[in-house]
């Protein structure tokens, strides 16, 4: 079956170039009600892992880690969802998708960033900056890998009681890669020109 990915022109000097150009061009975010068993093996997180480490990073401060979920660490992730909806007047129905909204995808891998505001020749931007990387990176080694996936964050990652059950001092919580087999093909996405960014000096 030719496949948009199969035809889409690209340069590159090689086949195995132009198709890994290919796949990164076709990334695209898949949400958590879309996303099934199975989720990624500990073997594919470590690759996930290896990819965000090879994110732009000076003087590699590596100022991110991820902590993954499956099975009874969603259980957990739910219990902190239900929680949180109970201190915001959840009740019944409510609550349940709050439990629903941690449990949707099969992996969950939440993103931790420790930055160091005193360091002296990375300043925050720039440690920001390879978190984010490094966010990009684990998501695209997803999409090559075959899952879907999707970073959200919202009001529950900066909720002092979850953010209290992932983080150490001097941490913060992004939010959450949610990760997973699509239940379906995705749909199509409307391009944007790269004319939009790339200007000359
Ligand atoms: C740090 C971070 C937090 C995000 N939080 C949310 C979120 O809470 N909800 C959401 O719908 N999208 C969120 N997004 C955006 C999605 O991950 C995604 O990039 C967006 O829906 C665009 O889809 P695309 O990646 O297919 O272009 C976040 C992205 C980043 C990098």
């Not at 975010?29 to 000076?58: C, F, K, Y």
């Not at 005193?118 to 684990?138: M, S």
């Amino acid at each position: 079956m030719a496949s948009e990915e199969d035809e889409l022109p690209v340069p590159g000097d090689t086949p195995e170039g132009r198709d890994a150009l290919r796949l990164l061009l076709t990334r695209y975010s898949v949400s958590a009600r879309h996303l099934r068993e199975p989720g990624p093996t500990d073997d594919e997180l470590w690759a996930v892992a290896m990819a965000a480490l090879r994110a732009p990073d000076h003087e590699k401060r590596i100022p991110f880690r991820f902590v993954v979920a499956r099975g009874e660490g969603l259980e957990r992730l739910a219990a902190l969802f239900v929680d949180y909806g109970r201190r915001h007047g959840k009740l019944g129905p409510d609550l349940d998708r709050e439990r629903e909204k941690a449990m949707q995808a099969p992996v969950v891998i939440a993103v931790i960033a420790r930055i160091d505001p005193d360091d002296e020749v990375v300043p925050a931007h720039e440690q920001w900056t390879a978190v984010g990387g490094a966010i990009a990176n684990a998501t695209n080694a997803l999409h090559f890998m075959g899952f879907g996936a999707k970073m959200v964050a919202g009001a529950r990652a900066r909720d002092p009681a979850i953010v209290a059950a992932h983080c150490s001092e001097g941490e913060m919580l992004v939010g959450w890669i949610a990760t997973g087999t699509m239940d379906g093909p995705p749909k199509p996405r409307g391009e944007i020109d790269p004319a939009a960014i790339l200007t000359r000096l």
